[in-house]
């Protein structure tokens, strides 16, 4: 079964991968995509992060006026513990408080970021299948070369290899390979270009014509792979091959090799041209860390097509498409850092801005915990969650998946913050009135 017949870039079910996709259209990059999408998405959900900052602020206030009342309770009740929760949940309804309010904004973070994640993935797996299909397209066009531009290439490539092979081993220039300077092979190569470039009628090997002693042995490095190309079967293919002489076995074999390094090229081109980075990350579809920049088949099969992959057994190959471009853009080792996808950076920082955030959100505008003693070293851990565990829960996220994803929680906690941090400025100016007011007032 060919690869492709299974691997259809569908768009994503999910609604927030269409959307992506729909809003990629009209904007220049998928980094100025995702940062786009969130500063949308952050714009729609900010009257709820309002309207939460505001009602834990309320709840804040009203718990402070209740704690001297709370305090007689529990000196009241202290050896009548079920009925102290009982007169307390009575004065906190009262109040209108609810002492797991404080869970509110967590549960909205996690539903959005999950909603968003499924999007990612969905859009990621898009995203790649669409770069596969289209090193496919380059694969199938290579091919089948019309034309014969590909097979023309390879004749020429065939030629110049030889020669400054010639030119550096020695066999036209009495010096080492060293010796040669840049400039002599590249004009041996405008040369043999030039020659070539007529693309005349067929020379027969040792008549050299008008075009020169180059062009005659480009003819006859295209007509060998020709008649080569020409065989239909693999056997037939080794037939014409050992029916040569050794000279035009060697010319054939070389023109081969410089067909398979064009097409290899070629491939790498294709991927690179529908690979998109951003800043210091060079596949913006692969995480932001040490990894490689092209995914193996066991990263790219993670997505829609992962069990379907085992019935491939015929036909074009993942690794047959993109096994240029893991060689030509992947780490050769762990520490290639040249080679790496990113450098952690963006995890680190969102990570960094997300402990920032809470932090700062919670020095400037304390709440008091409500209820007894087990309500707040719930709410206690709780807010332990929300400061600790959620950053890094997110930030694994972030290290593990797209580097798409981890601008999104970047620039979603840039927002987060900025948002933080007016709200706080506008609540002090607010707080410092109120309090003149009431000095005024006492005077």
């Avoid at 064009?262 to 800043?279: C, I, P, R, S, T």
């Amino acid at each position: 079964m060919d690869f492709m017949m299974l691997l259809a870039a569908a768009m994503p079910d999910n609604k927030i991968g269409q959307w992506l996709v729909e809003l990629d259209y009209s904007l220049p990059s998928f980094g100025v995509t995702v940062i786009v999408f969130t500063i949308i998405v952050r714009l729609i959900l900010s009257p709820l992060d309002i309207w939460q900052k505001i009602s834990q602020r309320k709840q804040s206030k009203a718990m402070k006026r209740l704690q001297p009342k709370l305090a007689r309770l529990q000196k009241q009740y202290a050896n009548q513990p079920q009925l102290l929760r009982q007169k307390q949940a009575e004065l906190q309804k009262q109040e209108k408080l609810h002492p797991f309010a404080s869970c509110l904004p967590l549960i909205v973070t996690m539903v959005i970021f999950f909603v968003v994640f499924a999007g990612f993935r969905d859009l990621v797996a898009y995203q790649n299948e669409t770069i596969i299909e289209n090193v496919y397209t380059a694969y199938t066009e290579y091919d089948e070369d019309a034309d014969n531009l590909h097979a023309k290439e390879a004749a020429g490539a065939y030629v110049i290899n030889a020669e400054t092979e010639k030119l550096t081993a020695g066999d036209t220039v009495e010096s080492s390979e060293d010796d040669v300077p840049q400039e002599a092979i590249d004009a041996l190569a405008a040369e043999i270009n030039a020659q070539i470039k007529a693309d005349g009628a067929y020379v027969e090997p040792g008549q050299a014509g008008v075009q020169g002693e180059y062009y005659a042995q480009y003819s006859q490095a295209f007509k060998l792979f020709e008649e080569y190309e020409a065989k239909a079967s693999v056997k037939e293919k080794n037939a014409f091959k050992e029916g040569l002489s050794a000279a035009d076995a060697a010319v054939l074999e070389g023109t081969l090799t410089a067909w398979a390094q064009n097409k290899d090229a070629a491939m790498v081109a294709a991927y690179e041209e529908h690979m998109e980075g951003f800043l210091w990350i060079k596949n913006i579809f692969m995480p932001d860390t040490g990894s490689n920049v092209v995914p193996s088949v066991e990263e790219f099969m993670g997505g829609r097509i992962q069990a379907q992959y085992p019935q491939m057994a015929a036909g074009i190959s993942y690794d047959e498409l993109t096994g240029p471009a893991q060689t030509a853009l992947n780490k050769t080792g762990t520490w290639d850092a040249d080679r790496w996808n990113g450098y952690f950076v963006m995890p680190v920082i969102s990570i960094a801005l997300s402990f920032l955030s809470t932090w700062f959100t919670q020095k400037m505008s304390p709440s008091a915990p409500m209820g007894d003693a087990k309500q707040q070293k719930s709410q206690q851990r709780t807010m332990k969650i929300l400061t600790y565990v959620m950053p890094v829960m997110m930030g694994v996220f972030a290290i593990m998946y797209s580097a798409a994803f981890a601008i999104y929680y970047f620039m979603s906690n840039l927002i987060s913050t900025l948002i933080n941090v007016i709200y706080i400025i506008i609540v002090k100016i607010i707080d410092n009135k109120q309090k003149a007011k009431e000095l005024v007032e006492i005077k």
